[in-house]
Structure formats: C-alpha cells, structure tokens
C-alpha cells in the first residue's frame, strides 16, 4: 500500500514551452502533497505545499507563477512548469501525506531537461 | 524552523564492515525523525523513522537509528553492510503537528558507497 506515481518519468522539452508533471495516489487519498527539486548530488528542496481545494503554499524564493501547482482532487496534484528554461532543468520529486498520518509517500521522480 | 546537519558526504566501506551515517538536527518544537535512501535515478524510500517511544528504531534489512535528545541526533548504524546498500542516505525532520506542518526538512544527503 501507499504508492505514489509520477508522470512522465522523463521529459525533454524546449526552451520556452510549459511542461506539467503528475502526482497521483494509488490507494489512498492525500489531503495534502507536497513538491521538490533535487539538483544533481545534492538534497531536495521543498517547493510547495498544495492541499486539495485550496492554493497551494510556496516556499520563500520559488516564484508561484512559473510552478503552478493545482491539487484538483485527493489523489492527483499537478506541477506545470511555465515558460522552461535550461536552468528549470532537474529532477522534480513528489510526495503525498494521507489523512491523519505524519509519513510523507515519495513518488519515483520525474527527470526534467529544457533544452 | 528545523534544520539537519548530516557531517559526512560520502562514506565508504568494505562489505561486511560497519557503518555509521551522522544526523544532527536544529529544532525549537518537537519533531518526527526520518531516514531515506535513494537509489540512483529513483525517489525516497523510507527506511527507518522515530515519532515517539523507544528512542531506537529498526529496519527489516538491519539499519538501526537512535534518538538521542540530549545531542539532538539521530545516527545510522548498520553493523555489516552489502553491496546492495550503496546508496544515498538522507536524514530529514518534520514538526509533530498536523498537516502541512508535517513538510520535512532534509539534510544534504549522505553517499554510502559499499565496496568488495
């Protein structure tokens, strides 16, 4: 139990056009997901918070308007990078925290190069 | 705010030795303790984790980490390693309360290489 998914795994997009990323939750509802990049060898860093039916709530320095985050349902919250540049490029991991519990589930990741 | 300091960016070791992967952590409140592993290419998967009670915690593939208040750490040991636990090693902490308070903070990270 507890599988998060992520699609796609991997995407190459260009420079200019929007990407989005998928979190679903298999087999249980997630009132809350959360979003994060990892650089190459380094740690992850959290992104947002998004609870389904409201804003989602970002972290100091990532700009709202270029990650878009929409927590449409209890088991699905979508990242949709606007206007990628090379630098956007990294891997963008998710995570989804059942109701009443404390431990978060991590999805496999999606590998995002902006070429 | 939290803040985990993992003192080692790359340990390695024989197969069979020992080992101990430091994590020290900063928190004004209360927190929940977790270990991951992430294996190239891949999320996090949870390996160990301390909310509350005994202050040592276990694994089924025989990692242990211990809460150490006093110190505020919470090191991993394994007493024999395989080849199969190369792998990153990230320790994080979250706050003991609802919600989005439950957003964890990581350290950078710690790369546990594994040699014959």
Not at chain 1, 58 to 72: C, M, P, R, S, T
């Amino acid at each position: 139990g507890a599988v998060v998914s992520q699609h796609p795994s991997r995407v190459i997009c260009k420079s200019g056009t929007s990407v989005k990323i998928e979190c679903r939750s298999l087999d249980f509802q997630a009132t809350t997901m959360f979003w994060y990049r990892q650089f190459p060898k380094q740690s992850l860093m959290l992104m947002a918070t998004s609870n389904e039916g409201s804003k989602a709530t970002y972290e100091q320095g990532v700009e709202k308007d270029k990650f878009l985050i929409n927590h449409a349902s209890l088991t699905l919250s979508t990242l949709t990078v606007t206007s990628a540049h090379p630098e956007d490029s990294s891997f963008y991991i998710c995570s989804a925290l059942p109701g009443q519990r404390y431990e978060q589930y991590f999805g496999p990741g999606t590998r995002l190069t902006v070429t | 705010a939290q803040s985990v300091t993992q003192l080692d960016s790359q340990v390695p070791v024989f197969e069979e030795a020992p080992v101990e992967l430091r994590c020290n952590y900063s928190s004004s409140v209360s927190v929940y303790l977790f270990w991951y592993v992430q294996y190239p290419n891949q999320g996090l998967q949870l390996l160990l984790k301390y909310l509350s009670g005994s202050t040592l915690v276990e694994s089924i593939n025989g990692f242990e980490a211990e809460f150490n208040k006093s110190q505020t750490s919470f090191h991993l040991r394994k007493p024999s390693v395989h080849i199969s636990d190369t792998a990153e090693y990230f320790c994080a902490v979250s706050r003991n309360s609802g919600g989005s308070n439950y957003k964890l903070t990581f350290g950078k990270g710690t790369l546990l290489t594994v040699n014959p």
